[in-house]
């Protein structure tokens, strides 16, 4: 078992979990993840790991609550632990593969939408800790669903938070923030989105039209992590990659976000039965026939 050292909740329906795993946190970089497992029946989930420590042997995870899987997950408290907490898995960031002095000379901006600031977070981090500096828009629906503001503060050149509704920090998408910064002259050499598919892509079109390299990360779409459910596939420019072994990161210029966001839908209606049979639990009998009991 994987012991849960620390558990808290960031916002509705957020978690932030701290798992002694010290194989992981021996070996991980910024950009992977790992797959966990609440116990032998339970559904295997992809997560990009938020942060490590390598002297406590510890991976910090976030996650929301969105199916069945998760729902039971954040049921657990400290002191429980995993069945299984398998990684590192993934390719690491690109970043890690250039030396402190080489991204010293270019100008870095992530951009950061909902719990898209988890996985973020530890490339920004990993920065700050080699000299380099990076800006960072952090954008959420309503100023109660942002996370992780105080952490990003302290690793980031220049942070800028934005919300949906104007509850908080400044007010509109994360794309208005973008287009504000470059009309204040601003200039990047390279973006990285993390968050939802939608606004990734948005971003991405943004980008382009600003010629700013662009990566993003298609965690959102993966499902069994070690490229044999096929789930993931996608295209990028010509070719199909799948997000959990070929990325979870590629060039956002290049990737058919309309293709993968209707992958994502395939799998919609198979979590709502799963959620289904976990909230009615002895007393769910199947006999509407749609949930496949």
């Known amino acids: 078992?994987?012991?849960?050292?620390?558990?808290?909740?960031?916002?509705?329906?957020?978690?932030?979990?701290?798992?002694e795993?010290?194989?992981?946190?021996?070996?991980?970089?910024?950009?992977?993840?790992?797959?966990v497992r609440t116990d032998d029946d339970g559904e295997r989930i992809?997560?990009?790991?938020?942060?490590?420590?390598?002297?406590?042997?510890t991976v910090t995870i976030v996650f929301q609550t969105v199916g069945a899987a998760?729902?039971?997950?954040?049921?657990?408290?400290?002191?429980?632990?995993?069945?299984?907490?398998?990684?590192?898995?993934?390719?690491?960031?690109?970043?890690?593969?250039?030396?402190?002095?080489?991204?010293?000379?270019?100008?870095?901006?992530?951009?950061a939408g909902g719990v898209g600031a988890a996985p973020v977070y530890p490339q920004v981090k990993w920065l700050h800790e080699n000299g380099v500096n990076a800006d960072v828009i952090v954008g959420s629906k309503t100023k109660d669903l942002l996370i992780l503001e105080k952490e990003m503060e302290e690793?980031?050149?220049?942070?800028?938070?934005?919300?949906?509704?104007?509850?908080?920090?400044?007010?509109g998408m994360v794309t208005q923030t973008l287009k504000d910064l470059v009309a204040e002259g601003k200039k990047y050499d390279l973006c990285i989105?993390?968050?939802p598919m939608i606004m990734m892509k948005f971003v991405c079109l943004l980008t382009k039209e600003l010629n700013i390299p662009t990566v993003?990360?298609?965690?959102?779409?993966?499902?069994?992590?070690?490229?044999?459910?096929?789930?993931?596939?996608?295209?990028?420019?010509?070719?199909?990659?799948?997000?959990?072994?070929d990325g979870p990161e590629f060039d956002g210029h290049q990737v058919n976000f309309d293709e993968a966001m209707r992958r994502q839908q395939i799998y919609k209606t198979e979590e709502g039965r799963a959620m289904l049979r976990l909230?009615?639990?002895?007393?769910?009998?199947?006999g509407c026939g749609q949930c496949g009991s």
């Open 193 to 195: 989105a993390i968050g």
């Open 21 to 35: 795993a010290p194989r992981v946190a021996k070996a991980c970089q910024p950009g992977q993840f790992v797959i």
């Open 46 to 57: 992809p997560l990009t790991i938020c942060d490590y420590d390598r002297t406590a042997g």
């Open 216 to 245: 993003v990360s298609l965690n959102p779409i993966m499902v069994d992590g070690t490229g044999m459910c096929g789930a993931c596939r996608v295209t990028v420019g010509d070719k199909v990659r799948f997000a959990c072994v």
């Open 155 to 171: 690793v980031a050149g220049n942070l800028y938070v934005t919300t949906d509704d104007g509850s908080y920090g400044r007010s």
């Open 279 to 286: 909230q009615e639990g002895d007393t769910h009998h199947g």
């Open 1 to 19: 078992m994987y012991k849960i050292l620390k558990r808290s909740e960031l916002t509705t329906n957020i978690y932030l979990m701290v798992v």
């Open 70 to 111: 998760t729902q039971m997950m954040s049921g657990l408290k400290e002191g429980d632990g995993f069945r299984d907490f398998v990684g590192p898995l993934g390719c690491p960031s690109e970043l890690v593969k250039e030396t402190p002095q080489e991204l010293k000379k270019k100008s870095i901006l992530f951009v």
